[in-house]
């Protein structure tokens, strides 16, 4: 049996964690000793291994507690049901790193029409690229280099 403390540190996070797991459904304490504290087990420890490997795949708190109830009744689930879940996930986090791209661009062109001065910000061709009212690809007046408009 493990307290609290003693599974946190096996794992190198905070008994918060633990406690913000069990506050959750993810994760509960198999006893609790006379003076309160909280025991694991080495099942619960397992359980816990699970939760970190998922969490550190990308997978919600949510999405972890349905791949949980599918690993504590396998049996009543195919393998392609959970990489559906897997696929489900993936399909999400490709989406993103394209959103994600999509604003690294947009920045670096906010970035590299400007050519960072030391003038009034009243002039800046950043917060003119983002003014829908500026025309598009014109040159600022006090850089070289042409604004444009983040589409």
């Known amino acids: 049996m493990y307290r609290i403390g003693e599974l946190s540190a096996l794992y190198d996070i905070k008994t918060d964690t633990l ?5 959750h459904g993810l994760l509960s304490p198999s006893d ?3 003076s309160g504290y909280r025991m694991y087990t080495e099942q619960d420890a397992v359980q816990l ?3 970190l ?4 795949v ?3 708190l949510s999405e972890i507690q349905e791949l949980l109830s599918i690993e504590l009744d396998k049996s009543s689930w195919s393998c392609s049901d959970v990489k559906s879940k897997v ?5 999400k986090i490709k989406a993103k790193i394209n959103e994600l791209k999509t604003f690294q ?15 009034s910000a009243e002039y800046c ?12 690809h014109t040159k600022h007046e006090h850089c070289d280099k042409p604004v444009h408009r983040v589409r």
Not at 19 to 23: D, F
Not at 53 to 56: E, G, L, T
Not at 87 to 91: A, Q, R, S, Y
Not at 105 to 119: F, I, K, M, N
């Open 105 to 119: 661009q947009g920045l670096q062109e906010l970035s590299d029409s400007c050519c960072g001065g030391a003038d």
């Open 49 to 51: 291994k699970f939760i």
């Open 53 to 56: 490997r998922a969490k550190s």
């Open 87 to 91: 696929d489900e996930k993936l399909v």
């Open 19 to 23: 406690r913000y797991y069990e506050k």
């Open 32 to 34: 609790r000793t006379e």
């Open 58 to 60: 990308g997978f919600t």
């Open 125 to 136: 061709s950043i917060l003119e690229a983002l003014d829908d009212s500026y025309l598009e």
